[in-house]
T-cell receptor, first 112, second 111 residues
């Protein structure tokens, strides 16, 4: 079974621009979670989608948004990029509540 | 108080010894517990999960759960240099099933 895939793997953007990241979960997984990871900060939860509905949301500004499609693929969008948004963005999928999450390789975003 | 706490380390262990990693959590209703390994620059990789009190063994790894004391631990036997990584503990919040993450313990295995 194919793992979680994320595209693109690397991205360089300029302050003020917007960016869209994509995540395809493992086949059969309906839950997709997004995380931001910066050096020394650990995993910061952004949001979780389940069956196209945002079920949980972390403490991030409204510039961060996401959505999930009927095939469980998910996208996250960051508008008006700031230098502090430079991070590794990770997507993880799971097949049911309380189940283990499996991570994709991440998208490394650099904002200049 | 953080919901999930881990010692940040680094924890230095000689090759061949047992590495012991600990994690405490605050939500008494938590039911699912996970250990992930993360190499520098890579994404977290699931190595163990445990749902019931007691021990769960998988190869060189043993997860231990004590719900009464609200801690979960990971033991790595016969530690190898390739085990050097950051180990993340994650616990599901009972109210909404969201995974709550510890900050991770950096483990260094010295040859």
């Amino acid at each position: 079974k194919a793992g979680v895939t994320q595209t693109p793997r690397y991205l360089i953007k300029t302050r003020g621009q917007q960016v869209t990241l994509s995540c395809s979960p493992i086949s059969g997984h309906r839950s997709v979670s997004w995380y931001q990871q910066t050096p020394g900060q650990g995993l910061q939860f952004l949001f979780e989608y389940f069956s196209e509905t945002q079920r949980n949301k972390g403490n991030f500004p409204g510039r961060f948004s996401g959505r999930q499609f009927s095939n469980s693929r998910s996208e996250m969008n960051v508008s008006t990029l700031e230098l502090g948004d430079s991070a590794l963005y990770l997507c993880a999928s799971s097949y049911r509540d309380r189940a283990e999450q499996y991570f994709g390789p991440g998208t490394r975003l650099t904002v200049t | 108080q953080k919901e999930v706490e881990q010692n940040s380390g680094p924890l230095s262990v000689p090759e061949g010894a047992i590495a012991s990693l600990n994690c405490t959590y605050s939500d008494r209703g938590s039911q699912s517990f996970f250990w992930y390994r993360q190499y520098s620059g890579k994404s977290p990789e699931l190595i163990m999960f445990i749902y019931s009190n007691g021990d769960k063994e998988d190869g060189r790894f043993t997860a231990q759960l004590n719900k009464a004391s609200q801690y979960v631990s990971l033991l790595i036997r016969d530690s190898q240099p390739s085990d050097s990584a950051t180990y993340l503990c994650a616990v599901t919040r009972d109210s909404n099933y969201q995974l709550i993450w510890g900050a991770g313990t950096k483990l260094i295995i010295k040859p």
